[in-house]
């Protein structure tokens, strides 16, 4: 283990289901739970210990190890096949997310958000939300997924039906929700709030019975 990894939430339960730890935990990577606020600050000041780098699971410089030249030909084919699903979720979701990128990380989940290494958590977000309505100062300081990136799992059956519902008709009300139901459920899993609750449930309705939310 090159690094001391770290992911920030709420709960314990929470963090051991989150996508972003499935390739390290598979792997047998060990990582600490932050679950107060203060402890991903402390966490964050560290910087590294006894030669160590100290990470956040969920942010981009997390060391997923070396892709040998064999794997990186794969992984780039795997991207040019999976070409016009990526870009349909980066020009549906680009208020929401600052890229969509093949992932590494995840093993069984469909997608996941993640932060570039300098971004802030959802964990950060809302204690700084906190800190500002406890000043009496405006809690408004945008959305930590919006510079996020939205990685998705090339192996997962929900990318695939994607990528043939964007081949077959890219334009469709059905296709477009698609893909937003895709980034809801990594944003609920990866701990970021919806920021549309009402919408997220007319589109599971939809889901489960077509016509329930019509």
């Known amino acids: ?49 006894k030669g160590f780098d100290v990470v956040d699971a969920a942010k981009k410089n997390a060391d997923l190890g070396e892709l040998s030249d064999e794997e990186a030909d794969a992984a780039k084919a795997t991207e040019e096949r999976l070409k016009p699903a990526l870009e349909f979720l980066k020009e549906q979701l680009s208020d929401a997310v600052s890229a969509v990128e093949v992932s590494r990380r995840l093993t069984t989940s469909p997608a996941a958000i993640v932060q570039p290494q300098w971004g802030m958590s959802p964990q ?26 939205l990685e998705v799992n090339p192996e997962h059956p929900i990318l695939a039906k994607l990528l043939t519902m964007v081949e077959s008709d890219r334009d469709s009300a059905e296709t477009k929700a698609y893909a937003q139901l895709m980034y809801d459920v990594a944003a609920v899993t990866s701990g970021y709030e919806i920021r549309d609750p009402a919408a997220f449930a007319k589109r599971i309705a939809r889901l489960m019975t077509p016509d329930a939310a019509e």
């Open 1 to 49: 283990q090159k690094q001391i990894y770290y992911v920030a939430g709420t709960s314990a339960k929470a963090l051991a289901g989150s996508p972003v730890l499935e390739r390290l935990t598979a792997a047998g990577r060990e990582v600490l739970f932050a679950l107060d606020s203060v402890d991903e600050i402390a966490l964050q000041g560290v910087g590294s210990f």
């Open 124 to 149: 950060m977000e809302r204690f700084m939300k906190a800190q500002a309505v406890a000043l009496g100062q405006e809690a408004d300081i945008g959305s930590a997924a919006s510079t996020a990136v």
